[in-house]
């Protein structure tokens, strides 16, 4: 009833810049936090940044000042703006999503996730 699909990613030079999109559809009544997750090669998934329907923001220490996670509420969308990329910054990156939805005619919550896009960042 819900996806979430990601575009954007692929690789590029440090100090390069990409961008990230995730959209959710489906019975959608309310999205409450949008986040951007990743998982290095090797290590944990672990959050990068954060955003609540009200536009507050979180940012891992690692990419502050670097990075911009943004949303569209009317398109349930959201955006991540990564600037100044670093070797480090490699991983598979996947959005996530708290929201509310309908199934049948059950309102319920959950967490839904996106299939995930692979940023590649060169030295």
């Known amino acids: 009833q819900v996806q979430l699909v990601q575009s954007g990613g692929g690789l590029v030079q440090a100090g390069g810049s990409l961008r990230l999109s995730c959209t959710a559809s489906?019975?959608?009544?309310?999205?409450?936090?949008m986040d951007w997750y990743r998982q290095p090669p090797g290590k944990q998934r672990e959050l990068v940044a954060g955003?609540?329907?009200?536009?507050?923001?979180n940012y891992a220490d690692s990419v502050k000042g670097r990075f911009t996670i943004s949303r569209d509420n009317a398109k349930n969308t959201v955006y991540l703006q990564m600037n100044s990329l670093k070797p480090e910054d490699t991983a598979v990156y996947y959005c996530?999503?708290?929201?509310?939805?309908?199934?049948?005619?059950?309102?319920?919550?959950?967490?839904?996730w996106g299939q995930g896009t692979q940023v590649s960042v060169s030295s």
């Open positions: 955003i609540i329907s009200g536009g507050s923001t």
């Open positions: 489906g019975t959608i009544v309310s999205i409450n936090t």
């Open positions: 996530a999503a708290d929201l509310r939805y309908y199934s049948g005619n059950w309102l319920l919550t959950g967490d839904f």
